[in-house]
């Protein structure tokens, strides 16, 4: 690879520049040409992108695809793949995709770390399914019947994100007899309300932490021993009511975790990166051995997806190119994610940990100042609830929010209805892009006014109000169907937007500095009360 040149040097950065400063036209004249609307489609992996709706002309399109090369996009991820420690603040490889992988035959990362996925991979299925079966027993003999998750961050979000979005599809199970619940927060409420109507006798936690060292997550830890303590466990049978799941398992053994059950990853797995790992594991109890992997070989088809496909078929790399055009040339500091399907409800707070904790960067790998602008504030949720919230300051407001709309095309809850709910949740989806793209003009709006009857005076009054800008770019992102595969694939999607975007800022996506230094201000103030309390 050729020495690092910062992005707004490259030459492809330039162009983009002086087509941003040009005439941009209106998405309103962009969609009229119905040749350019069929191309403007991709899709890989059961996903496909309709992007017609973002302000691209074909010479922006050609900038940008070469911008992608003259950072060298793909080289960067084949390094990625071939496991060079590319997360060179904290020399580690970076390779949560050998965690989808270890099944592939000559792996870019070498057989070695394939057998140790495969193996630690093997453990936790063996272990979810014998909680699901019933066959974990508490300190009483009884089953374990619930499963409360203790992590926060990428420990966390991840596996409470898919739970919500995967578990509808097993609540029928026959097999499942267990809930899985979540708590991250330290707010004592937090346990509380999770462990109020919980038997201590049928109750494990998993303690999730890459490190074992979070505060949050051993004051929670600390406190779910006590619960069990207290509702009768003695204390030499705690450990079959906890689970650890650590990259640290000195740490997690030196606190009397049993190592059956342990369960490891490796440094090179990022926190927000890690449900593929054993974090994956409260998922796997919630939606069974079989249909946790059945996600990871979602998230193995969108890397095998980003891998070989061209450029302008790719589907993370176009993500992440619309992503640079809208954030650096178009100037949106925001970007929105509203998927239309409710499973999908926590997927926007996973989204902001995994973009903005690796992309909110302003120091390039070469150690210079970032002189442009890099991860965008990414905020969302439901398209439905947020039509009937914020999207008014997205439709007639003064930031530019591009959007992804997330949608289904075959939805398949048991309700007898459910393809009339359907069909409401996409028609509205689709009109939300289309009205956000072209707006409404006030000639439109006075015309529309005068139609409907209005006196000639009150439409001069209401029109510039009942008007609408538009050219607000969005992408639409179309999921076959909600499963454990298309869960990967669309999860796997967003990484590697993520990855790409870094490679063209110039940045490193997978280290976290910028969280430290109030971990670092805590512990000095809890030290400096231990002290005035000693003197
Ligand atoms: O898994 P743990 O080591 O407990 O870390 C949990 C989380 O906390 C950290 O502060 C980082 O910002 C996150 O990237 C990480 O996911």
Redesign the pocket.
């Known amino acids: 690879m050729t020495p690092f040149v910062p992005p707004h040097k490259r030459q492809a950065w330039q162009a983009l520049q002086a087509l941003a400063q040009g005439p941009q036209p209106h998405l309103r004249e962009l969609l009229k040409s119905a040749e350019r609307n069929a191309a403007l489609h991709a899709s890989g992996a059961g996903i496909s992108i309709d992007y017609e709706r973002q302000r691209v002309t074909r010479e922006v399109m050609q900038q940008l695809l070469a911008l992608a090369d003259e950072s060298q996009v793909m080289p960067q991820a084949q390094a990625m793949f071939k496991g060079e420690p590319i997360n060179a603040t904290e020399q580690r490889a970076v390779l949560h995709v050998a965690l989808r992988g270890s099944h592939v035959p000559n792996p870019p990362w070498g057989h070695e770390i394939s057998k140790q996925v495969a193996n630690e991979l093997h453990r936790v299925c063996t272990f979810a399914e014998k909680v699901r079966e019933g066959h974990m027993k508490g300190f009483g003999g009884e089953s374990i019947t619930d499963v409360v998750n203790l ?7 991840g596996p409470r994100m898919t739970t919500e979005a995967l578990s509808h599809l097993t609540r029928d199970s026959f097999k499942n007899k267990v809930r899985v619940h979540y708590v991250s927060n330290v707010d004592a409420w937090s346990l509380y309300t999770a462990l109020a109507y919980l038997n201590p006798a049928r109750t494990a936690f998993v303690v ?7 505060q949050e ?1 051993m004051t929670l830890a600390a406190s779910a021993k006590r619960w069990l303590t207290d509702g009768g466990c003695p204390a030499d049978q705690l450990g079959k009511h906890l689970i650890a799941v ?2 640290n398992p000195h740490i997690s053994a030196a606190q009397g975790f049993t190592p059956e059950h342990t369960f490891g990853f490796w440094d090179w797995v ?3 990166y ?1 449900v593929w790992s054993a ?1 994956g594991l409260p998922l796997a109890i919630s939606i069974g051995a079989f249909a946790f992997q059945d996600m990871l070989l979602g998230a193995r088809a969108m890397d095998e997806h980003f891998l070989t496909a061209p450029s302008d078929q790719n589907l993370p790399l176009l993500m992440a190119l619309f992503g640079i055009w809208n954030r650096n040339f178009l100037g949106a500091t925001t970007h929105n994610i509203a998927p239309y399907a409710s499973p999908l409800g926590k997927f926007a707070s996973f989204l902001q ?1 995994m973009d903005m ?1 690796s992309n909110g960067k302003g120091t390039h790998v070469d150690g210079s100042p970032v002189e442009v602008a890099t991860a965008p504030v990414l905020w969302g949720g439901l398209g439905i609830d947020g039509q009937h919230a914020y999207f008014q300051l997205i439709h007639q407001g003064k930031h530019l929010v591009p959007m992804d709309f997330i949608g289904l095309r075959t939805e398949r809850s048991p309700l007898p209805f459910a393809a009339e709910h359907h069909r409401v949740v996409l028609l509205n989806m689709q009109a939300q892009a289309q009205a956000l793209a072209i707006g409404r003009t006030p000639e439109e709006t006075m015309k529309e006014l005068r139609d409907s009857g209005m006196d000639e005076a009150e439409v001069q009054r209401l029109a510039p109000h009942r008007s609408y800008p538009g050219n607000v770019p969005s992408t639409t992102i179309w999921v076959d169907a909600l499963t454990p595969r298309s869960m990967g694939a669309l999860m796997a999607l967003y990484e590697h937007k993520v990855f790409c975007q870094a490679a063209i800022w110039g940045i490193h996506a997978y280290d ?1 500095w910028g ?2 230094l109030g ?1 670092k201000m805590a512990k000095d103030i809890e030290a400096a009360e231990a002290a005035r309390l000693k003197a």
């Open positions: 992590g926060i961050g990428g420990s966390d979000l999730q932490s890459k490190t074992f060292t979070t997550t650590t990259a990022g926190g927000r890690s974090i940990q904790e976290q969280v430290e971990k």
